[in-house]
């Protein structure tokens, strides 16, 4: 067996090593959302393509803050392109060639790479950027909150790091390469480093470009294993979801059926439904799996960036309620429910004597919510907390029977006379008198 078909039967051996588990992880992040209640809406096809294109792709949400909008588009365009270099790579582990669209490609090749090489020098410029705002001085929503101490501030950092790393090999290959090869090849970012490397021999110089080969191909099997557990899976997930967001009305809420049918059979009973046979189900979320599908692909899909925490009226007045936690601890508790699942598969549900509602939730949080849909609106890539806060909301008040009394009160005169207020209908002006002293 020669060594070129020992090198090429190596690398489709770590390409198979590092592409297998991260598909079995998608598998089962992709069984942990539909667990979740109902089943995707496909309705108008054109216009959810057109939004997943505005909004996933072309990152029109970004906008209202342009610093950091330059800077993303920066390192998502760049590092996305870059990694176009990827199938070269493949093609010559697979093959044993070298640089093998070279000689195809002539001249534009080396136009290809020197773009490539600036796109690289971008993402290092923003990976610093980010760094430095996220550790050194940038907005509070990126460090000063208890949702992301601990392990969600070294994920944000560890991945700007591994991005760093990536470009650093990406240069450093490029560069031995043009040291090993003068006058074959020419790249402008990286022919400042082979000036460096001139005076290596020739062996050092093929052990450093080999190593930096491995390390950048090594280092995207590594990365795209550990996105699946990182809060930079949105990376992959902000195109279905956004694709499947709501294409209603901003701030339109989902009625329960079955509600609704009673409601509307009270108030005009010639128009009612006839009865349902089959019980209503569950009022509400007590936990992850009564949450709709949607909402734990929004949960998996979370950026944690803080946008949506930082207009929530409630967090602003010192209130307890987080929408970024909301997210992140309906991600955990997923998490959990899968573990506990995986070591009892016999069982239907799970019973782990935990729920999403108390365990993560407080009720606190869930009655600081006043339903603005500041937090939808402020999400780059479409999530809405405000649906799992309503169906945590909607368990405890009709489930469990646990409202303020100020809710008791107003709902309790809703149902007797109409409104909000304790006046009957025929005296509906009374509450003008009672509240400012007015005459009605």
Known sequence: MGLGLLQSLLFVGVLLTGITPFLRRVSRIRANIFRGQGSPTTDRPALRWRQMARVALGQSKMGSRPVAAFFHVLIYVGFVLINLELLEIALDGILGTHRILATPLGSLYTWMIACFEFLGLGVVMACLVFLWRRNVQGPARLYNSAELKGWPAKDANLILIIELILMGALFLMNAADMAMHPGVYSFPLSGLIAKSLQGWSPEALYACERIAWWLHIGGILGFLNYLPYSKHFHIVLAFPNTWYASLDAPGTMTNMQVIQNEVQAMLNPTSAQPPSTEAPGRFGAADVHDLSWKSLLDAYSCTECGRCTSVCPANITGKKLSPRKIMMDTRDRLEE?????????????????????????????????????????????????????????????????????????????????????AFPAADRLAWVQANTNQPS
């Open 337 to 421: 429910s899968d573990r506990w699942l995986q070591a009892n598969p016999e069982a239907a549900k799970v019973a782990d004597g935990k729920t999403l509602l108390g365990d993560y939730i407080s009720n606190e949080e869930v009655l600081a919510c006043t339903s603005c849909n500041a937090c939808v609106e402020a999400c780059p890539i479409l999530i809405n907390p405000l649906n799992i806060i309503l169906e945590l909301r909607r368990y405890r008040a009709m489930e469990a029977g646990e409202m303020p009394s100020e809710w008791a009160l107003m709902q309790g005169n809703i149902e007797n006379n109409g409104a909000p207020w």
